[in-house]
């Protein structure tokens, strides 16, 4: 089940928040685990052994690692737990990347369970939170099973840290106010994804489709600009999705996006892009991996360090080359700022720092879209005007190119407005002038949420008349 289903909207959304909404505080935990086990197994029933196990395992070492005070078996303990989650995580990306290819007749029928990539990780942190002595073991399997399960931020996160919610979980606790705001957050992201991403999608698959010896530059140059903006407005109306349910629900997740195209810097980048995931590799991989640096290498232990946090961040996305060499190039440009490049940027014009970020961002995004390296590199060079080899495809190859149509153009404009802070801006603006004058408050209020009206009754409209477009991260 997906946010943006009609089955999602219009029969699980309202039925599980009318009987979410009416129980009292600790029945409501119950409520949630139900309604999360089944929102994770409309459709992948067979992976409830799974999860079961996943959150029984642990939900035991994370108390057996509470309980035991003798560091050497606690660590034994937790290395155990971190192997068993990531060896079922590295089972599933193996079995997603290649097992059509290798025909197993045992595995055919599986594929990549909902949210795995998300609870596994939010596994390990509790348990290395545990073994650190940050958090006490959960003692109420109830509690902890909310936690890991919670339908929220199963698809796409935020990678939720136990600590951030571990008050909430035994009674959460909800106010209409808090329902309102969270009501408003899921309408604006789901317009976001909808409206701009799925807007997006059709004019990127095309291209992308394409061999990429039929790829005219002006098309080239489209289609990337289009896909950056998709996967932003896709990933973060999804977070944003998730933020406004789980404030719904009486829980606060943290946030997972701040513009991070107007980013100076690769590692600005991500200070501001998938912000759960990139904190959680610097706390529970980089951090060790400082404490623990090898002092023959000099100044390049920091960067080695860096390059093998990417490198992983790389595999979390898929283990295949492209994912691979997208983290790698990601932590190239991160290692060099980390040793002079940062020094030199912040002497030079504003401008050319943005342009040299957009410009990384937007060469490894070409690598994460294609579907093959030797694809990204012909598709670099169509980029660059080199057109050896060009092949004219037929009208049906290239179908919907070269028309673009006005919703296109559209979304391309919002997205590109929508991915800077200057409706923020503006809006900070507008609200300060408008609430001295009689009836100012009120006026914001009934503009702000009449726009947001339109934008549901639109995205309602979008969906009823195009085909269903699940989120780009939620396969990961």
Partial sequence: MIFNSPLFLFLFLPFFFAIYFAADKKTRRIIGVLGSFLFFSWGQTKYI????????????????????????FSSKILWLGIGGNLAILTFFKILSAYGSAW?????????????????????????????????????????????????????????????????????????????????????????KKVLIADLLAPFVNATFDLGAESIHTNIAWLALIAYALQIYFDFSGYT???????????????????????SQSVSEFWRRWHISLSTWFRDYVFYPLERRRIKILGNFRQPINIIIVF???????????????????????????????????HKIFRPLRHLYALTAILLTW?????????????????????????TQPTFSQSTPLPFIEPSFLLALICGVLLSTPLFSYLNKKLSTFLKPLPSGELLIFIASD???????????????????????????
């Avoid at 795995?116 to 002595?133: E, M, P, V």
């Avoid at 944003?240 to 107007?262: K, R, S, T, V, W």
């Avoid at 979390?316 to 060499?325: D, L, M, P």
Wanted: a neutral charge; aromatic letters at 16%; glycine letters at 10%.
């Fill in 240 to 262: 944003d999705m998730a933020l406004g349910l789980g404030q719904m629900m009486g829980f606060h997740f943290e946030e997972n996006f701040n513009f991070p195209y107007i």
């Fill in 311 to 345: 490198l992983l961040t790389g595999l979390w996305h898929g283990i295949e080359s492209k994912f691979i060499v997208w983290g790698a190039l990601h932590g190239f440009f991160m290692a060099l700022e980390s040793l002079f490049l940062a020094r030199f940027l």
């Fill in 366 to 390: 070409i690598i994460f879209r294609s579907p093959s390296l030797p694809f990204a590199w012909n598709f670099i060079l169509r980029l660059l005007g080199e057109y050896h080899g060009y």
């Fill in 49 to 72: 052994p799974l999860m079961l196990g996943i959150i029984f395992w642990n939900y035991e070492l994370g108390r057996r690692i509470g309980r035991n005070k003798k560091v050497e």
């Fill in 450 to 476: 009449g726009i947001l009206f339109v934008l549901f009754i639109a995205s309602l409209a979008m969906l009823a008349n195009s085909q269903f477009a699940p989120g780009i991260y939620g396969g990961f």
């Fill in 103 to 191: 025909s197993l007749p045992l595995f055919e029928d599986l594929g990549f369970p909902l949210g795995l990539s998300y609870i596994t990780f939010q596994a390990i942190s509790y348990l290395i939170d545990i073994d650190k002595g940050r958090i006490p073991a959960e003692a109420n399997l109830l509690n902890f099973s909310l936690y890991i399960m919670l339908f929220p931020k199963i698809i796409v996160g935020p990678i939720t840290r136990y600590s951030k919610i571990a008050n909430q979980l035994p009674a959460p606790d909800i106010h209409k106010e808090e329902i309102a705001a969270g009501i408003r957050r899921f309408i604006r992201g789901m317009a």
